[in-house]
Structure formats: C-alpha cells, structure tokens
C-alpha cells in the first residue's frame, strides 16, 4: 500500500532535523530538495574551491553537526526535485528534475519543510533588471564566493541588511550603503532584550563590526522610495527621516522587508488515514523564526510523525521551549527594527506601482477592483484581479495584496491565505513532466546513501 | 565555446564546476535575462525558486536559472523567446 | 403586467444563472437579493471550462438553448457589457481515426441541419489554418461563431453593472410560508427573510430545498490552466475537442469508449496567452479535488493533438461540481406548486453558455413578460416530486 514510511520535503536545518531523527529512530525515509546538495538557503554550500562567507562560529557549528548527523543517518536523497504537492488520492508528487518525470510517492507521512520567502514592499521599479532580494543577494554569495559586482545599494528592514553588508565587505566589494527604515540603534535599551539570546547577539555584534570595521553607510530612519533605469545603471530615491530627498546611482539593490513562511498553496496539517499521509509543516514554513527554531521544529515534527506512526506517545515537549525563546527573541528584534515612520501604507504608492509581477497588476487595478462594490474576498480579488494568479502564485504579492485591501476596507480580515488557497501543483509543472505513460510510481529512482 | 561554457542567446558563458546558471550569468554581469512570457524583463531575484522571476529555456525547457545547474553546452535563451 | 419597482426577489446562489436572473431583473426596476452559502461563482461556475459552443451538440431543446445563449452573448458583449470577457472564436472538432472521420462528417451535416455555419477541413486544409496540431489528427469540423468566457469575470460583470445586493455566507435553510402555504420568502441561517418570489439557482444546494435529492446528480470534472505561451497560443485559430469527445457523449451508438473517468479533450487558446485544458467528467467525485492520475491523461491527450503543449508548465489545477439532471436537460421554470418561486439548475457543463439566456428567461417568467426562449422542455412539473412543499 504504502511505499515509503516519510517523505521529508526540504533540505534546510528543519528538514534535516526531521529526517535524521526520523530515521534514527528506523523509519523509511525520503528526503527530497530542489537543489542538488543539502543546506537550504541559509546553509547555501560553497562549490567546490569557493570561499565561505563570513558566518558566526554558533552558526558554523550548527551547520557541522546537523550535517554529520544526517550523514550518519540512512536516509534515501532525491535532489534536483520540487515538491508538486500531494494530490486528491494521498500521493505525494515530486518533480524528478534528473529524471524529467513527475514521481508519484505512497508516503505515510509527509513533513514539509520548505522555508521561508523574504517579504518585500513594493516599490516604483521594484521589477526591474538588477534588483534582487537580500536573501537572494546572500545565497548567490555563500554558492559562489565572490561578492556581487558593482556599486549596490541595501534597503529596507531588518538585521540582515547588515549581515550582508558584512559579508560583501569580507569579499572585498561593500555596499554603497544600507537604507535602514527603522533605527534599532536609537531605541531605548530594547536591544537588552536580545541578551539572553546569545547565539543572535553574537550575530549581530559580529556583523555590526564589520559595518564600523568597513566604515559601510548604515542610514537608519530612511526609505527607499522609488526605483528607475538610468542608462546601464538604476537611479535609487531615497526620503531621510527629516523629508529630505536624495538619490543615489547604483548597478544593484538588494531588497528585503522580513520573512514569512513559503507556506503558498501548500496542503494544511492532517491526521493520516489509510489512504491519505500524516502530513505536517515543519521550520520556517510553518512559522518564520529562522534557523535555530526551524532545527527544533525540525525535531518536533519527527517526534510527531514518530508519534503517529508508531502510535506512541509524542515526545515533542522539549522542542517547544527552545522555540518559544526563539519566538521571543524574533519578537525583540522586530521591535527593535519597526520603521520609525510607522508600519508603510502601501495605498500611498504611487498609483501605477506593480504589486503583481507576474501578471503586471498595479496598485491602480487593485484600487479600482475594491472601489466598487466592497469587500471582496481573497478568491475574487484573485479571480477578478489576477493578483495571485501568476508563476510565483502569490509568493510575492499575496501579503502586499492582502496589506492594501485591508488598508482600503479596515477592518478586514484578509490574509495572504484567502488569496492563495491550497491547491496543487504548489508550483508551476512543466507538462513534459507528466507524459510517461503514467506518473512514475515509487521506483529506486531515489539514491540511497 | 570552451568545455566549462553554456549558450546564452548564443554567447558563450563561463562558469564554474557546482555553479547554478544564475550564478554564471550575473559573473557574466548579465542581469537582464531577456523578456518574459509577459515580454517584461526576466532578472534574479529571490535565489530560491520562489519568484520565478529569472525563468529561462533551458535546451527547450523552462527551468529557473538560480535552481539550475549549469552544465556545459547547455543551450539557453529568456523564457519569452521560444518559438512555441 | 407587475408593477416592477414594489416587486421584491430572492434569489439563492450567486453563480452565473443566479447573477445573470439578478442582472436583469434588477435593470427592470425590481428590488433583488441573492443570497450565496458561500460568495459569488464559489463553486461550478468558478471552476467552468467556459465553453460557450454547441459544437459537441446535438439538435433539440439543449441546442437550442445554446445557439440563443451564444447569441445573448455576441449582443452583450457588443452593448459592453461583456466586452471583452467574450472571446468570439471557432472551435475546431478533430478526427484522428476513420471511426471519428464518419463520426465528423455526420455530425457536420447534423449541425448544418439546424443553421449552424461549418466546414470541413481536410488534413492539408488544417495544416494551413493549424500549424501547431499533430500529424495525427486526419480532418477537422470548424464550427463557426463559437466563443468562450470565464465563469466568474462574467458573474462579475453582471455584479457590477447592476444594483444588486450579495449576501456572503448566508444559506438559505427552508422556505417561509404564510397560514395558506403561499411562499412569503426564505429562512436562512442569518434568519427569516421576505421576498414577493423567489428563484432557486443554487445548483446542488436546490436538491433538497426542492425535495429532488434523486433528480439531481454532483457531478466533477477537473480542468487545468497552463502558464502563457503566446506564440503557441497566437497560432491557435479557435478552440480544439477531440472527435473522441462526440463518441463518449455517445453520438454514434455501440461506439461509446469504455472510460470510467469519461475523458473529454479540449484545448482552449485563452485570451491572455494561456490554455485551458479539460477534462474529465465524473460521476464519483463530490470532492473538488484533483488527482495526479486525471491530470497526466489530460494532458497527454491534449499534447497527443497539440505537441508544443508539452513545452507549457502546469500552473494551476482546478475541480468543479457541477449539478446534472437524470434525464440530462436542465430544470428552468416556475416550480408546479409555487406560482411565485422559480428554478434554474441542473446545467451540467452548459452553465457558462446557458446562464445568461437563462437568467433573462426567468427575469421574464417573474415580470409575467413573454419568454425568449422556449422552456415547455425544461419544465420543472415533468418531475412530480419537485416543489416547495418538499
């Protein structure tokens, strides 16, 4: 009936926490990521004869010892291969791109552990050539050693602005600044509250000297508010916290305003049955809190999957404390950050302001959809808006979407969820993929270790 | 075209044993990835496969090109450009 | 003749039949209310192939229907009100055997029978017109003057154009009565409400609010939205269904293919660039799910007619329910022992083609206006169990 105990979807510190322990404890398991080797985005490898970005030792070590656990471990890899979703029948399909089939997997259990997608605010010319996401800018750094070309400009919000201001400067190219909207450096004694949380405030000491050590532009209080082409490179506006205006030429912008579970489309927790998998989030993709808790929900869930499949009592409990300190310790960074201007108002865009890249849907088309006749809800803002619809599926305008909708209609409750629904594929499949002559069942296509 | 090179629109691009097809293109200081299926320009962005934003053809398949490892003699255009 | 502007209508469900009722009532004057358990097009109409065509039909009532639906459209879309939302286009019924040729050329001179304009095109005909199809395909039926339209943009077209009120999540539970059994109105789950009539187009839900659980019959079919591919897309004149697609609706007795899915190929050039592909039709399912198993035939049915689709990725999978009657014609009329409630349900995958011309039939029952269209063969009294008093 069943052709695999677990099905771990991710590569990332959840997705290897569950994995080892789950095979620990003798299970059957699959683990499968859309990259070929292990790591996730925050433990993006360097190629061969690259060189590491600049990393805490903390975090170093975390990386050294998940990996040799899991190297310990028989766990059954497949890479190169994204998670379709599971379909109406219980099977978990899996994009075999070594293959270029679809693979179809009778698993009992499924722990998704796909991470995090960065939160970005949209901006005039947030769409065009040379602007990157912070995230993206980082993992390119960590794959291939070498800083990102040119003069580049940082903006938005959050600490890792700085991390990778610092990591760029240690690989000789550093940003011409960082546009920081809230000032973390001026509030009063909130950064006490990350004392208890050593491995963070080792981060953050660590990166923070790099900014002084490299004498990088840190302006706090300052937004970016608009982007252009101007000739081969970008024209930057920015706004200072006393109104004033500046603009700044540059060849790249990293982006970033936070992160939030890649948790788009994905099929909600279950309880399994005989025809349908245990299924349950794990890491990021259940709640954003960054490496160290994704490890420990990493444990929590295989504790649960243990749990059902064993069917004894769960012994997730000692995982849950670890990730309520790290709940706290995101919660005092956040308050540290928050923009001193406030929360931003997305309908104060200018009108012709993309919010949807894929299907080139601006802020003016929203405004007029929900001008009419009220509150709409998620689905015929998607429907008739053709906001959610496109290739990323909402990965990076159903929050902003969302935002403006409730900013237009207070008091709605409308989140990113009512836009994107659950439904597979979770991403786009390409149709060559399904022409076997039937979806490739579980085989030995996977390679044991 | 060297062994260790890939065909963007034709050009030749360097890359390194493990590098993703992103990754040689923006060493290439290619930023633009050509238009879209919309006609937009195509860029990197997100790194993770979640944007879709720097979808290519690769040798007649679309794949994004920051989840894609380049191989040599790959032949790869923008997304936009195929003639289907 | 009603005095319109003190009349007061209730209708239950805001798909396509229920919003188009309410469009034209509402444009006479009337005062109107549709009620939704869920929100507008939540459910069939949401999840439609948008065929608006009677290329797969055959002569009768339902034909009919059609050509007049297609019609309604043409003229809506020409006064704006679906400019734009209707995509005036052929569709094209492709033989990839001898057995679907005979099949083709029967059915041809069926359609030309009753005024449906079509051609004939021969394989070297097709090329030309069709570059993208495969060399398998053997002759093709164009069927002229066709279109297609989405479910929900035309149900919000409808919305938006008219002063209709939409009550969300409200379900309606019974009807309200007065002391000799007259219909006063509805009983829903935010409580009693009055109306002078009311029309029931709430597809599955009407089953037991008109005591016709065995009349009506859920039934699913999956559909599937590929990503853009504009110069596949540009090079596609029209529509395409397999001539397999005529056999399984049994036009040719004896020849009916044995599929328990009852797959149907079509392959919809959309106006943004994408496709929309279908189907299956399937009696077992009441889920709206999809299953990896329908959607890989699906689409190896529609890449075996048109190859370049398998360069296309898969962006969005989609089930409906749609409600079938048992003796496979809609119910569209006043209910028998109600002179002020009405039906419209049991479209199957019609809706979309049938709703507007639908909606005004009934906008004109309930004004006492003469009827457009012909609705003595959808009548509701020819089930005797049908009414309010269920």
């Known amino acids: 009936m069943f052709d695999r105990d677990v099905v771990v979807v991710g590569g990332g510190p959840a997705g290897i926490a569950a994995a080892t322990a789950l095979s620990q404890r003798g299970f059957d398991v699959e683990l499968v990521d859309q990259r070929a080797q292990l790591g996730g985005a925050i433990y993006r490898q360097p190629i061969a004869g690259a060189r590491p970005v600049k990393q805490s030792r903390f975090a170093a070590r975390r990386w050294q010892h998940l990996h040799a656990a899991i190297q310990h471990a028989a766990v059954t890899y497949r890479f190169s291969s994204v998670f379709v979703g599971v379909d109406g029948h219980g099977n978990t399909l899996i994009e075999d791109r070594n293959q270029g089939r679809l693979v179809s997997v009778r698993a009992r259990a499924v722990v998704i552990a796909v991470g995090a997608v960065e939160k970005v605010i949209p901006r005039p010319g947030w769409d065009l050539p040379g602007v990157v996401t912070a995230g993206g800018l980082q993992v390119m750094m960590k794959e291939t050693g070498t800083a990102p070309q040119g003069r580049v400009l940082l903006a938005g919000n959050g600490p890792l602005l700085i991390a990778v201001a610092a990591q760029m400067a240690a690989l000789g190219n550093a940003p011409v600044a960082i546009i920081e909207s809230g000032n973390p450096m001026a509030i009063n004694g909130n950064g006490l509250g990350l004392l208890p949380h050593a491995e963070l405030l080792a981060d953050a000491l660590g990166y923070l000297s790099g900014i002084v050590r490299h004498r990088i532009s840190w302006r706090r209080g300052t937004e970016l508010i608009a982007l252009d082409r101007a000739g081969s490179q970008l024209a930057a506006e920015l706004r200072h916290a006393d109104g004033r205006r500046e603009t700044l030429l540059i060849d790249q912008v990293a982006l970033h305003d936070g992160i939030r579970s890649n948790n788009f489309g994905l099929p909600a927790d279950q309880a399994g049955t005989t025809t349908m998998p245990f299924i349950t989030r794990a890491g990021d993709c259940r709640e954003a809190l960054g490496a160290i808790a994704s490890q420990l929900d990493g444990m929590r869930a295989a504790a649960d999957v243990a749990a059902y499949l064993s069917r004894k009592p769960n012994d997730a409990a000692a995982s849950l404390d670890g990730i309520a300190r790290q709940r706290a310790a995101q919660a005092v960074l956040a308050t540290m950050f928050a923009p001193i201007a406030g929360p931003p108002r997305l309908t104060a865009l200018p009108d012709e302001t993309i919010v949807c890249r894929c299907e080139r849907r601006r802020l003016q088309d929203l405004k007029l959809l929900l001008g009419g006749t009220g509150a709409l809800s998620g689905r015929e803002i998607k429907h008739n808006g053709r906001f959610t619809m496109g290739a990323c599926q909402g990965r990076f305008c159903a929050d902003n979407s969302a935002r403006i909708a409730c900013e237009l209609n207070p008091g709605s409750p409308l989140v990113a969820s009512d836009l994107t629904g659950s439904r597979w594929p979770v991403r786009p499949l390409p149709i060559s993929a399904l022409l076997g002559d039937e979806p490739a069942h579980h085989d030995q296509s996977a390679r044991d270790q | ?84 | 003749m009603v005095s319109t502007s003190s009349l007061s209508v209730i209708i239950i469900g805001c798909g396509i039949v229920g919003a188009s009722t309410a469009y034209f009532l509402a444009r006479a004057g009337v005062q109107v209310e549709i009620l939704d358990a869920i929100e507008p097009a939540a459910q069939a109409t949401g999840s439609a192939d948008g065929a608006v065509s009677v290329a797969s039909k055959r002569p009768g009532p339902v034909m009919n229907a059609a050509l007049a639906g297609i019609a309604l459209y043409r003229e809506l879309a020409v006064q704006g009100l679906f400019e734009g939302a209707f995509k005036s286009r052929s569709t094209f019924v492709l033989a990839s055997s001898p057995v679907e040729r005979e099949v083709l050329e029967a059915h041809a001179a069926v359609l030309r029978s009753v005024g449906v304009r079509v051609e004939m095109l021969t394989s070297t005909d097709l090329r030309a017109r069709f570059a993208p199809l495969s060399d398998a395909v053997i002759m093709g039926l164009e069927v002229f003057d066709e279109g297609h339209a989405i479910g929900y943009q035309i149900v919000h077209r409808l919305l938006s154009a008219a002063p209709v009120n939409v009550r969300r999540n409200c379900r309606v539970e019974s009807f309200l009565r007065d002391g000799n059994g007259r219909v006063t109105g509805v009983v829903t789950n935010h409580g009693p409400m009055l109306a002078d009539a009311v029309v029931v187009a709430s597809g599955n839900g009407s089953a037991d609010l008109l005591g016709i659980p065995d009349v009506l019959i859920a039934r699913k079919g999956q559909l599937l939205v590929t990503e853009r591919a504009p110069a596949l897309n540009a090079a596609m004149p029209g529509a395409i269904m397999s001539g397999r697609y005529l056999i399984s609706k049994g036009m040719q007795a004896g020849t009916a293919l044995a599929s328990d899915r009852g797959y149907g190929t079509v392959v919809d050039p959309l106006a943004t660039g994408q496709f929309l592909i279908g189907g299956t039709r399937e009696d077992s399912g009441e889920k709206a799910t999809n299953d990896a198993e329908a959607v890989a035939e699906v689409l190896r049915r529609a890449v075996e007619m048109v190859p370049g689709l398998a360069g296309v990725r898969l962006l969005r999978a989609f089930a409906g329910i749609r409600t079938a009657v048992i003796d496979s014609k809609p119910l569209i009329g006043r209910v028998p022992d109600a002179d002020n409630v009405y039906v419209a349900t049991g479209f199957e995958g019609d809706g979309i083609c049938l709703g507007p011309v639908t909606g005004k039939a009934i906008s004109q029952l309930v004004l006492d206006r003469s009827v457009d269209l012909d609705l003595a063969p959808f009548s509701p009294a020819r089930f005797a169990q049908l009414g309010v008093a269920a």
Do not use: K
Request: hydrophobic share 45%; aromatic share 6%; glycine share 10%.
């Open chain 2, 1 to 84: 075209m060297t062994e260790r090179s890939f065909l963007w629109n034709d050009q030749p691009i360097a890359f390194r044993d493990g590098e993703s097809i992103a990754a040689a293109l923006a060493a290439a200081n290619v930023r633009d990835l050509g238009p879209d299926l919309l006609g937009q320009p195509a860029r990197y962005f997100c790194g993770i496969g979640a944007c879709q934003a720097c979808l290519v053809s690769v040798d007649g398949v679309l794949r994004e090109a920051c989840l894609t490892p380049a191989r040599a003699g790959l032949a790869i255009t923008p997304a936009g450009a195929r003639h289907v």
